[in-house]
């Protein structure tokens, strides 16, 4: 499933709107830690893809369906969005008192893996959350690494 977004910071909000409402049929909870975390992952990437980018992009989910797992089974959501803009994700430094500056960090250390690779024109960043899974030190896919690595470093998608 998939929502179109235009280069508008109000979009960020609809996107989270969109992600929570996707989570209704899916079998996770509005209020598991997992929803969360996805909800805020989308808030980052689609920030980062509208304020960088100045370009419209497109935010994709991957959720499991209720019916295709049992209760315990261990499931995997992917959050996917993709930009015109060819310009790959950039380390920034941040200091303490930046208001920005740190969505792809956060990405790293909420995020069981995460990455981008070139689309077209532009690029896709991805991100992976598995339900059930042991806490990890993110996987840094892009950059090689865990969030620990990166104190004291942001990170801007352009």
């Known amino acids: 499933m998939q929502l179109e977004i235009r280069p508008d910071p109000a979009e960020v909000g609809r996107a989270r709107r969109w992600a929570r409402s996707?989570?209704?049929?899916?079998?996770?909870?509005?209020?598991?830690?997992?929803?969360?975390t996805l909800i805020l992952l989308v808030?980052?990437?689609?920030?980062?893809?509208?304020?960088?980018?100045g370009c419209p992009a497109v935010l994709r989910l991957s959720l499991p369906g209720v019916e295709r797992r049992g209760?315990?089974?261990?499931?995997t959501v992917r959050l996917e969005v993709a930009d015109a803009s060819d310009r790959a994700?950039?380390?920034?430094?941040?200091?303490?008192?930046?208001?920005?500056?740190r969505?792809?960090?956060?990405?790293?250390?909420?995020?069981d893996r995460w990455g981008w690779s070139p689309?077209?024109?532009g690029k896709r960043i991805w991100c992976?959350?598995?339900?059930?899974?042991?806490?990890?030190?993110?996987?840094?896919?892009?950059?090689?690494?865990?969030?620990?690595?990166y104190e004291g470093l942001a990170f801007e998608a352009v």
Request: aromatic share 2%; hydrophobic share 40%.
């Open 22 to 36: 996707r989570l209704a049929g899916s079998g996770i909870a509005a209020d598991e830690p997992l929803a969360e």
């Open 43 to 53: 808030s980052e990437l689609v920030t980062n893809a509208v304020v960088h980018t």
């Open 71 to 75: 209760a315990d089974e261990s499931v």
């Open 89 to 101: 994700p950039v380390p920034r430094c941040a200091d303490g008192d930046a208001t920005g500056g």
């Open 103 to 111: 969505g792809l960090a956060l990405v790293d250390g909420l995020a």
């Open 119 to 121: 689309e077209g024109g």
């Open 128 to 149: 992976e959350l598995d339900r059930c899974s042991q806490p990890q030190q993110g996987a840094a896919v892009a950059y090689g690494g865990g969030l620990a690595s």
